[in-house]
């Protein structure tokens, strides 16, 4: 039963037609039905329905929408008489009697798909562009786009620029910007190639710095402002420490006075003042902070002389004045002393100026190609907007529109961008409250997930304090209603949500676009059945019985017996496993599979992961490409087509390529003369039908579906299909074209629904997927996830993000110097501020994941309970909840390490079966391999256990001196600390830690090589072979390897040096005694394999060990010929 809402009166007042609303709707609080409502309010106050313009984000929600519109109006039009229903319901269908009342002489209008303007915003913009193509710039014909197609236009515009750079059919400049960005990136053309689309995907940014030519007017002009924009930001943070601590001037002088009279270091670090707002006074609030914070930023909890301060200073008053610091100053004085110094060019601007170079030329490109080949969804925005903004004089499209057009309703309005804001904005100029005119938006701050399409959260919250701005006049406003009934939950659900998420949510930061939480109310009565709100933790403990699984792979395990037993309860409610991104879905996927639960997949794996979809592929690529031999001899290897090995062999010697080698041999056996029927079919009519027709055949021909089926089940067969349907997208387009789309395709495609799971109950999808739908239990997985983490890793050549404030600027600044590795301060500020957003943004995907449950709701992830933290830091959903929650609460259970039900039985982990292998006798291998050592052996043991060096940083250090002794003893120059820092970090050594080690790497290795016994042996050697690489055989089986990394020939033997990277821990001289011990065998190894390949007595070759830390050199004892 639902009770009647407690926020009635709002959704009644939220249905006056002539007045303009901004409609706050959590989770399940009905927004869809009082979005109708009130359209079916308007329908009775218009002269024609096409009058009123809703908006909606999604072609599903905008059919929804008007589906359930002219269902009300059927519903009235067809009733003979009133009959009993609830009152919202009731109210409904009044206002569809009024609706068809006032369009009673033409009431088919309402009826008619045309007449009523329900879409998407991109389907309206799209009808803007498309009715005026002049003042949009789109010439007519030209279509958007696909989500792949989109991606491939920037590329293309991307590369068609680069050329144009390469044959110098640029500027200088731009021919330099290129260069200098080349360099940046250490000469990895396709980094830059990426950062460039990168530019143009966030092109409309780029108006806020219009810059695109490197002169000295322009340059200023940019530094000028980029800096009062730097300087603002930063300044605002400043502020609230002068602000804060100026009201304790005398606190701070006294401060002074005592740490100067008692003698200390402090007394002369510490500001004499509280320092002011500016960037200038940055070094003397990072020195403040040192009095007042720990070296880890946390609030000193002592005084004494061992932390720096007088003797009896505890004892003094200011010492209660640094102990008892409120806590919101602590954080922000231990964040400001994180802060670079500041600099004369805080920015970056050099590096700056030749992206935005780039980006102007790969712009121009982008435009001649959007003319001819379409447009992406930004660019359709913009054109709508041009369409709609002519400053000479108003467009027609905006005479039309603001004489036929009286009202506009918005949903999701949370997730609206800038341009679309302004568009609203251009169509309600002249609008005036109580002129009979009407903007309704509705949408909800804690649902908004979408900032990686530019949705923008602090848009709603200006709409609701300022309204609706516009270019010429004052903004329209806006009258802020909340709704707070929830129609979905039990009320258990909703009381936890509302406990949760007023501590997640809780003093919220609106520079960091941080969104108010506001609870809500249930509407459904208690369940008879209680069913508690569930926390399961997953870690590794000690004695555990899962000691063979991981932590996550325990949990996939638990969820999935969990599903299992409760979908065997109720199997007609519905179940939906929620995971934050499709990173380890197989992971979980597979254990649902191992129980036989029936699992319906929204958004499947990706296709190129899919063993089925690679060797169709593989066909394809064969038939494209008929030189190419991989591809060929992988065809008749394939699942649905396998000729033995012993065949294949046979080709090997044959001449030409093996598409030839193959189809000569026809009637070599049985199954290529298949092969071959069914190939020379598909030649015929290869390139004169669609490809989808000629593969899918030759698929069928080859037995395709049937073998599949037999291997990878239903979802094996219907993942074909999928492929056949990218396919599709490639017709009429060259075959290399065509295989590179299908390559870009397949890498954003992802597997259809598994048919065994079409019609299950049980549904997994990411949190974004469940956006709009409801279940009746959810289980939220992974929920450990970082949302810090992802990405290629590469570092990016700039930073760009909005800045708070009423000015709404962008500030962008490049990243670290590639000289240093160090941040600027403008990079540093603006990587804090994307972190903080995308951390708020992981608040209210949390929140979306929480509230999708109608019945019961089961958390889970990777944690530790015991651990504590601080309250206010929120770093993962889980951590938050195991934080905040309290496991003695009411309907909430925390379950550490649960194991799967026994009545599932989760299997283990057994080998993988495949197809059953005849008995075969093993023939022993012909020989062996073996090395007296590896390289990994020498460099992982250049730090020894119990040295303070962490053993990646050893092996990174040991692998670069050896190639720097290597390229001096070829006779060339010592590598510059450029190229040393850059091979450091292509070993795995975090970029800012490489500067100083490449300059101590650099010293160890020229201070050995200057060795004065090593530089004698060097001179007088009459041979010297640098890595000399050779193999032996022992006769019996074996063959040894070996690279050594110096061999000389001197007047009366031969000498083999090896170079130890390591360093001692203890005494010297018993370290390279262990160290020779150690490596005895092998250099004595190494001594025979010379022997033996040079063909000379051993007694002639000795060995010698220079430790390039001391340095020292130790050669062999003399032996006598």
């Given at each position: 039963?639902?009770?009647?809402?407690?926020?009635?009166?709002?959704?009644?007042?939220?249905?006056?037609?002539?007045?303009?609303?901004?409609?706050?709707?959590?989770?399940?609080?009905?927004?869809?039905?009082?979005?109708?409502?009130?359209?079916?309010?308007?329908?009775?106050?218009?002269?024609?329905?096409?009058?009123?313009?809703?908006?909606?984000?999604?072609?599903?929600?905008?059919?929804?929408?008007?589906?359930?519109?002219?269902?009300?109006?059927?519903?009235?039009?067809?009733?003979?008489?009133?009959?009993?229903?609830?009152?919202?319901?009731?109210?409904?269908?009044?206002?569809?009697?009024?609706?068809?009342?006032?369009?009673?002489?033409?009431?088919?209008?309402l009826f008619h798909s045309e007449s009523l303007q329900i879409g998407t915003f991109h389907s309206f913009c799209a009808s803007l562009s498309r009715g005026w193509p002049v003042e949009s710039e789109i010439p007519p014909g030209v279509e958007l786009l696909n989500d792949i197609?989109?991606?491939?236009?920037?590329?293309?515009?991307?590369?068609?620029?680069?050329?144009?750079?390469?044959?110098?059919?640029?500027?200088?400049?731009?021919?330099?910007?290129?260069?200098?960005?080349?360099?940046?990136?250490?000469?990895?053309?396709?980094?830059?190639?990426?950062?460039?689309?990168?530019?143009?995907?966030?092109?409309?940014?780029?108006?806020?710095?219009?810059?695109?030519?490197?002169?000295?007017?322009?340059?200023?002009?940019?530094?000028?402002?980029?800096?009062?924009?730097?300087?603002?930001?930063?300044?605002?943070?400043?502020?609230?420490?002068?602000?804060?601590?100026?009201?304790?001037?005398?606190?701070?002088?006294?401060?002074?006075?005592?740490?100067?009279?008692?003698?200390?270091?402090?007394?002369?670090?510490?500001?004499?003042?509280?320092?002011?707002?500016?960037?200038?006074?940055?070094?003397?609030?990072?020195?403040?902070?040192?009095?007042?914070?720990?070296?880890?930023?946390?609030?000193?909890?002592?005084?004494?002389?061992?932390?720096?301060?007088?003797?009896?200073?505890?004892?003094?008053?200011?010492?209660?004045?640094?102990?008892?610091?409120?806590?919101?100053?602590?954080?922000?004085?231990?964040?400001?002393?994180?802060?670079?110094?500041?600099?004369?060019?805080?920015?970056?601007?050099?590096?700056?100026?030749?992206?935005?170079?780039?980006?102007?030329?790969?712009?121009?490109?982008?435009?001649?190609?959007?003319?001819?080949?379409?447009?992406?969804?930004?660019?359709?925005?913009?054109?709508?907007?041009?369409?709609?903004?002519?400053?000479?004089?108003?467009?027609?499209?905006?005479?039309?529109?603001?004489?036929?057009?009286?009202?506009?309703?918005?949903?999701?309005?949370?997730?609206?961008?800038?341009?679309?804001?302004?568009?609203?904005?251009?169509?309600?100029?002249?609008?005036?409250?109580?002129?009979?005119?009407?903007?309704?938006?509705?949408?909800?701050?804690?649902?908004?997930?979408?900032?990686?399409?530019?949705?923008?959260?602090?848009?709603?919250?200006?709409?609701?304090?300022?309204?609706?701005?516009?270019?010429?006049?004052?903004?329209?406003?806006?009258r802020p209603l909340t709704l707070e009934t929830n129609f979905r939950s039990r009320p258990r659900l909703i009381h936890f949500a509302n406990r949760l998420f007023e501590k997640v949510m809780g003093s919220p930061r609106k520079e960091y676009d941080e969104v108010q939480f506001?609870?809500?109310?249930?509407?459904?009565?208690?369940?008879?059945?209680?069913?508690?709100?569930?926390?399961?933790?997953?870690?590794?403990?000690?004695?555990?019985?899962?000691?063979?699984?991981?932590?996550?792979?325990?949990?996939?395990?638990?969820?999935?017996?969990?599903?299992?037993?409760?979908?065997?309860?109720?199997?007609?409610?519905?179940?939906?496993?929620?995971?934050?991104?499709?990173?380890?879905?197989?992971?979980?996927?597979?254990?649902?599979?191992?129980?036989?639960?029936?699992?319906?997949?929204?958004?499947?794996?990706?296709?190129?992961?899919?063993?089925?979809?690679?060797?169709?592929?593989?066909?394809?690529?064969?038939?494209?490409?008929?030189?190419?031999?991989?591809?060929?001899?992988?065809?008749?290897?394939?699942?649905?087509?396998?000729?033995?090995?012993?065949?294949?062999?046979?080709?090997?010697?044959?001449?030409?390529?093996?598409?030839?080698?193959?189809?000569?041999?026809?009637?070599?056996?049985?199954?290529?003369?298949?092969?071959?029927?069914?190939?020379?079919?598909?030649?015929?009519?290869?390139?004169?039908?669609?490809?989808?027709?000629?593969?899918?055949?030759?698929?069928?021909?080859?037995?395709?579906?049937?073998?599949?089926?037999?291997?990878?089940?239903?979802?094996?067969?219907?993942?074909?299909?999928?492929?056949?349907?990218?396919?599709?997208?490639?017709?009429?387009?060259?075959?290399?074209?065509?295989?590179?789309?299908?390559?870009?395709?397949?890498?954003?495609?992802?597997?259809?629904?598994?048919?065994?799971?079409?019609?299950?109950?049980?549904?997994?999808?990411?949190?974004?997927?469940?956006?709009?739908?409801?279940?009746?239990?959810?289980?939220?997985?992974?929920?450990?996830?970082?949302?810090?983490?992802?990405?290629?890793?590469?570092?990016?050549?700039?930073?760009?993000?909005?800045?708070?404030?009423?000015?709404?600027?962008?500030?962008?600044?490049?990243?670290?110097?590639?000289?240093?590795?160090?941040?600027?301060?403008?990079?540093?500020?603006?990587?804090?501020?994307?972190?903080?957003?995308?951390?708020?943004?992981?608040?209210?995907?949390?929140?979306?994941?929480?509230?999708?449950?109608?019945?019961?709701?089961?958390?889970?992830?990777?944690?530790?309970?015991?651990?504590?933290?601080?309250?206010?830091?929120?770093?993962?959903?889980?951590?938050?909840?195991?934080?905040?929650?309290?496991?003695?609460?009411?309907?909430?259970?925390?379950?550490?390490?649960?194991?799967?039900?026994?009545?599932?039985?989760?299997?283990?982990?057994?080998?993988?079966?495949?197809?059953?292998?005849?008995?075969?006798?093993?023939?022993?291998?012909?020989?062996?391999?073996?090395?007296?050592?590896?390289?990994?052996?020498?460099?992982?043991?250049?730090?020894?256990?119990?040295?303070?060096?962490?053993?990646?940083?050893?092996?990174?250090?040991?692998?670069?001196?050896?190639?720097?002794?290597?390229?001096?003893?070829?006779?060339?120059?010592?590598?510059?600390?450029?190229?040393?820092?850059?091979?450091?970090?292509?070993?795995?050594?975090?970029?800012?830690e490489t500067v100083g080690m490449a300059h101590q790497v650099l010293k160890e290795a020229l201070t050995a090589w200057e060795y004065s016994d090593f530089l004698f042996l060097l001179k007088s050697a009459r041979e010297v072979h640098v890595e000399w690489a050779l193999e032996?055989?022992?006769?019996?089986?074996?063959?040894?390897?070996?690279?050594?990394?110096?061999?000389?020939?001197?007047?009366?033997?031969?000498?083999?040096?090896?170079?130890?990277?390591?360093?001692?821990?203890?005494?010297?001289?018993?370290?390279?005694?262990?160290?020779?011990?150690?490596?005895?065998?092998?250099?004595?190894?190494?001594?025979?394999?010379?022997?033996?390949?040079?063909?000379?007595?051993?007694?002639?070759?000795?060995?010698?060990?220079?430790?390039?830390?001391?340095?020292?050199?130790?050669?062999?004892?003399?032996?006598?010929?």
């Amino acid at each position: 039963m639902v009770l009647s809402p407690s926020d009635q009166k709002i959704r009644e007042e939220a249905l006056h037609p002539g007045g303009s609303f901004i409609v706050e709707a959590p989770a399940g609080s009905g927004k869809t039905d009082l979005l109708i409502a009130r359209y079916l309010a308007l329908l009775s106050k218009v002269s024609h329905p096409r009058q009123i313009l809703a908006v909606t984000y999604t072609r599903k929600a905008a059919v929804e929408m008007k589906n359930r519109i002219v269902q009300k109006l059927n519903q009235v039009r067809e009733s003979k008489k009133n009959i009993s229903v609830a009152p919202w319901e009731g109210l409904l269908l009044s206002l569809s009697r009024k609706a068809l009342k006032k369009h009673h002489t033409h009431p088919a209008i309402l009826f008619h798909s045309e007449s009523l303007q329900i879409g998407t915003f991109h389907s309206f913009c799209a009808s803007l562009s498309r009715g005026w193509p002049v003042e949009s710039e789109i010439p007519p014909g030209v279509e958007l786009l696909n989500d792949i197609d989109q991606e491939a236009l920037l590329q293309r515009a991307v590369d068609q620029y680069i050329k144009s750079i390469l044959s110098e059919n640029v500027s200088k400049e731009e021919r330099d910007a290129y260069i200098n960005r080349l360099a940046g990136v250490n000469n990895y053309p396709d980094a830059l190639s990426r950062q460039i689309v990168e530019l143009l995907r966030r092109r409309d940014r780029l108006k806020d710095f219009p810059i695109f030519s490197s002169g000295e007017k322009a340059q200023e002009g940019l530094r000028s402002e980029l800096n009062r924009r730097l300087e603002g930001y930063a300044g605002h943070f400043l502020d609230r420490l002068n602000q804060s601590f100026i009201r304790f001037q005398k606190e701070w002088s006294c401060l002074k006075e005592a740490l100067r009279d008692g003698g200390v270091e402090f007394g002369e670090s510490f500001p004499a003042s509280v320092p002011r707002e500016t960037l200038e006074e940055i070094l003397k609030w990072k020195r403040g902070s040192e009095v007042f914070l720990t070296k880890s930023k946390t609030l000193r909890k002592r005084v004494s002389t061992a932390d720096g301060f007088p003797k009896d200073f505890k004892n003094h008053p200011s010492a209660t004045f640094i102990l008892q610091l409120p806590k919101d100053l602590v954080k922000l004085l231990g964040f400001v002393r994180d802060w670079p110094d500041p600099e004369e060019d805080n920015l970056g601007l050099e590096a700056l100026t030749d992206i935005l170079i780039l980006a102007g030329g790969a712009m121009k490109r982008l435009q001649d190609l959007i003319r001819t080949q379409g447009m992406d969804y930004l660019e359709l925005e913009m054109a709508a907007l041009r369409a709609l903004n002519h400053a000479e004089r108003p467009s027609e499209s905006l005479v039309f529109q603001h004489e036929h057009l009286k009202h506009i309703l918005i949903d999701e309005a949370q997730d609206m961008n800038d341009i679309q804001v302004e568009i609203l904005g251009r169509l309600t100029e002249g609008w005036e409250p109580g002129d009979g005119r009407s903007v309704f938006v509705v949408g909800d701050p804690k649902q908004s997930i979408y900032r990686f399409r530019r949705a923008e959260v602090g848009l709603f919250y200006e709409l609701k304090e300022k309204g609706l701005p516009r270019n010429s006049e004052i903004p329209l406003p806006l009258r802020p209603l909340t709704l707070e009934t929830n129609f979905r939950s039990r009320p258990r659900l909703i009381h936890f949500a509302n406990r949760l998420f007023e501590k997640v949510m809780g003093s919220p930061r609106k520079e960091y676009d941080e969104v108010q939480f506001s609870s809500s109310q249930p509407a459904r009565e208690k369940s008879g059945q209680s069913i508690q709100t569930r926390a399961a933790i997953f870690y590794d403990e000690k004695n555990s019985k899962d000691g063979n699984f991981s932590p996550l792979e325990r949990e996939a395990q638990w969820v999935a017996a969990e599903v299992a037993m409760l979908h065997g309860e109720r199997p007609e409610e519905t179940i939906a496993i929620l995971i934050p991104a499709r990173t380890h879905l197989p992971l979980f996927v597979r254990a649902f599979m191992k129980l036989g639960v029936p699992l319906r997949l929204l958004e499947g794996e990706s296709m190129n992961r899919r063993p089925e979809v690679h060797h169709l592929l593989n066909l394809f690529t064969a038939m494209v490409r008929p030189y190419d031999d991989v591809a060929w001899a992988g065809a008749v290897r394939a699942p649905w087509f396998r000729v033995s090995i012993e065949i294949l062999l046979d080709f090997k010697d044959d001449s030409g390529f093996w598409s030839e080698r193959i189809l000569s041999k026809k009637t070599a056996s049985p199954e290529l003369a298949g092969f071959y029927e069914a190939i020379a079919e598909a030649q015929k009519m290869f390139g004169r039908e669609s490809y989808r027709s000629t593969l899918s055949r030759l698929w069928e021909d080859l037995d395709g579906p049937c073998q599949t089926a037999a291997l990878y089940g239903a979802a094996g067969v219907s993942n074909a299909r999928a492929f056949f349907d990218q396919m599709d997208l490639c017709s009429g387009m060259p075959g290399e074209e065509a295989l590179l789309q299908l390559h870009r395709l397949l890498e954003k495609a992802y597997t259809p629904p598994d048919p065994k799971g079409a019609f299950s109950k049980v549904s997994m999808m990411t949190i974004h997927k469940a956006k709009g739908l409801e279940f009746d239990h959810v289980f939220a997985v992974h929920l450990d996830y970082n949302p810090l983490g992802g990405g290629r890793g590469e570092q990016p050549a700039y930073r760009m993000e909005r800045l708070p404030g009423e000015e709404r600027h962008f500030l962008v600044a490049a990243t670290a110097d590639r000289r240093t590795g160090l941040d600027r301060l403008g990079s540093y500020l603006l990587k804090d501020l994307g972190q903080q957003r995308t951390l708020a943004e992981a608040r209210r995907l949390f929140y979306v994941a929480a509230t999708r449950a109608k019945e019961s709701l089961t958390l889970s992830g990777r944690g530790n309970p015991h651990k504590n933290g601080d309250e206010d830091e929120f770093k993962t959903p889980l951590s938050s909840l195991l934080k905040m929650m309290k496991t003695d609460e009411d309907d909430f259970k925390l379950l550490e390490n649960p194991l799967p039900s026994q009545s599932i039985g989760v299997e283990r982990k057994k080998p993988v079966s495949g197809r059953m292998v005849p008995p075969f006798d093993p023939e022993p291998l012909p020989y062996q391999v073996t090395s007296p050592s590896r390289i990994e052996d020498e460099t992982s043991q250049a730090t020894e256990p119990g040295a303070e060096e962490e053993e990646g940083y050893a092996r990174a250090r040991g692998v670069v001196i050896h190639r720097i002794l290597e390229t001096l003893a070829r006779g060339q120059p010592h590598p510059e600390s450029e190229a040393i820092t850059s091979a450091l970090a292509r070993e795995g050594i975090p970029l800012k830690e490489t500067v100083g080690m490449a300059h101590q790497v650099l010293k160890e290795a020229l201070t050995a090589w200057e060795y004065s016994d090593f530089l004698f042996l060097l001179k007088s050697a009459r041979e010297v072979h640098v890595e000399w690489a050779l193999e032996d055989f022992d006769g019996n089986r074996t063959v040894r390897v070996g690279r050594f990394d110096l061999l000389l020939r001197m007047e009366d033997m031969w000498l083999l040096v090896d170079y130890k990277t390591g360093r001692p821990d203890k005494d010297a001289e018993s370290w390279i005694q262990e160290q020779l011990d150690r490596h005895r065998p092998q250099l004595n190894a190494y001594s025979q394999m010379v022997g033996r390949t040079l063909k000379i007595p051993e007694e002639q070759i000795g060995w010698a060990v220079l430790f390039t830390a001391l340095p020292r050199l130790v050669r062999q004892e003399e032996r006598v010929p």
